[in-house]
């Protein structure tokens, strides 16, 4: 079956700082690529998607590949704000699943960013 | 504001009892997703509606069910809650289904069983 996987966190950084947050995937067809972050207390928001190889997805200053040849979508921004502190979430949807463009999500990363 | 509510925002019940979640979409959104997302569980994906029919069943326990009206809001009946039902319920539209289209998520409903 489809699956995400992620680091784990907390990732604790100083403000601008350089991030990345780890992200592979396994999936049976050619699956779409998300990043969703959820801020305390709140929903999840889309952050970035790719939907086809060698995309790049990118919002807000974050940007993330998608690697077919390493199953990859890593997650980066050049310098971070405390006000990005959130969980941020790795997520697929295969059309070729059973369940259609239901999302598979990873465990989810916590970043913290202090001054 | 992703233009998804759902109501109600916190619920506190006891085991045993029923619970009604309730969703509406974004306007002119077809399709509506359910997710629960619990510490040891993280965010799974329940059951999906497009147009008023059930389209996907994922993880979804045989006293959870859900519908999907012709005005497009959306309701997920938990029933016989177990302490292990406590999370946090989450909607999510998109306005068809086609791959890689964007799911835009509800606030959503926590919810804790007594």
């Known amino acids: 079956g489809n699956s995400v996987t992620q680091m784990e966190g907390p990732v604790t950084l100083s403000e601008e700082a350089f991030l990345t947050i780890n992200c592979t995937y396994t999936?049976?067809?050619?699956?779409?690529l998300f990043w969703y972050v959820q801020y305390p207390g709140e929903g999840l928001q889309l952050l970035l998607k790719a939907t086809k190889a060698d995309d790049k997805g990118s919002n807000k200053g974050f940007e993330a590949t998608y690697r077919k040849e390493t199953t990859s979508f890593h997650l980066e921004k050049g310098s971070v704000q405390v006000s990005d502190s959130a969980v941020y979430f790795c997520a697929l949807s295969d059309p070729l699943s059973h369940a259609g463009n239901m999302l598979t999500f990873g465990g989810g990363t916590r970043l913290m960013v202090k001054p | 504001d992703s233009g998804v509510t759902q109501t109600p925002k916190h619920l506190i019940t006891a085991t045993g009892q029923r619970v009604t979640l309730r969703c509406s979409p974004r306007?002119?959104?077809?399709?509506v997703y359910w997710y629960q997302q619990s510490l040891d569980q993280g965010l799974q994906f329940l059951i999906q509606?497009?147009?008023?029919?059930?389209?996907a069943k994922g993880n979804i326990l045989e006293r959870f069910s859900a519908q999907q009206f012709p005005d497009l809001h959306s309701e997920l009946n938990l029933s016989s809650l177990e302490l292990g039902d406590s999370a946090l319920y989450f909607c999510?539209?998109?306005?068809?289904?086609?791959?890689?289209?964007?799911?835009?998520f509800g606030p959503g409903t926590r919810l804790l069983v007594l």
């Open positions: 509606y497009y147009n008023g029919e059930e389209r």
């Open positions: 306007s002119g959104d077809l399709s």
């Open positions: 999936a049976t067809g050619y699956p779409s």
């Open positions: 999510a539209s998109s306005v068809t289904q086609g791959p890689g289209e964007t799911q835009y």
